[in-house]
């Protein structure tokens, strides 16, 4: 039981290029989340899914966009990545009315 | 913005000392959670209060619900080692099925 996965641990990329974050839960949880975290701001909620084939806006959803075509991965993608983007990204899921259990995190870098 | 606040950002103290940390919400929340993250960590879940005015405890630490259930704190005592980290509440508003984060309160203990 793995838990939450994110792929990968690590990315560096150049202002302009695209990529996609990979978030796999093997709990069969209903929810899933994307959040960012920069130094003194906490968590802040970029997107989240309550479930197969369903997103919506978090907090911070400018510059990003989700998808959820399999109830166990749910997928983060910058288009167009910025300066501005460079946080560390966790995942999260969870069952209706229960905490959110969080992967290990993606610390992206964009120069 | 942010919507949660937590004091303080950060708290050195002497192992040993007791800790406390503060998490107010400018509206009033279904249910607060809070959140233990190690250096280099991801968020790991502590505990959830729901009712007005509970106190739960969990060995050292304690757990309290503002009667208005628009504040929360964690207060620990007799600090250990161990006990060193970023410290979050995150709150539920009404049915949504977003938490929203604090800015978190980072402890230091010195041994």
């Known amino acids: 039981n793995a838990g939450v996965t994110q792929t990968p641990k690590f990315r560096v990329l150049k202002t302009g290029q695209s990529m996609t974050l990979l978030c796999a839960q093997d709990?069969?949880?209903?929810?899933m989340y994307w959040y960012r975290q920069d130094p003194g701001m906490g968590l802040r909620l970029i997107h989240y899914?309550?479930?197969?084939?369903?997103?919506a806006k978090g907090e911070v959803p400018d510059g990003y966009n989700v998808s959820r075509l399999k109830k166990q991965n749910f997928l983060l993608g910058l288009e167009s990545a910025a300066p501005s983007q460079t946080s560390v990204y966790f995942c999260?899921?969870?069952?209706?009315?229960?905490?959110?259990?969080f992967g290990d995190g993606t610390r992206l870098s964009i120069l | 913005g942010q919507q949660v606040m937590q004091i303080p950002q950060y708290q050195h103290v002497q192992e040993g000392e007791d800790f406390t940390t503060y998490c107010n919400s400018s509206?009033?929340?279904?249910?607060i959670q809070w959140y233990k993250q190690r250096p280099g960590g991801h968020p790991v879940f502590l505990i959830q209060l729901v009712k007005s005015g509970e106190v739960k405890k969990q060995k050292r630490l304690t757990f309290q619900f503002g009667e208005a259930k628009k504040n929360s704190s964690l207060h620990i005592t007799a600090t250990q080692t161990t006990d060193v980290g970023t410290y979050f509440c995150a709150g539920l508003r009404g049915a949504t099925n977003k938490l929203i984060f604090g800015t978190g309160t980072l402890l230091a203990v010195q041994p």
């Open positions: 899914s309550v479930g197969e084939g369903t997103t």
């Open positions: 999260a899921s969870k069952l209706p009315n229960q905490p959110q259990h």
């Open positions: 509206t009033t929340l279904s249910n």
């Open positions: 709990m069969n949880h209903e929810y």
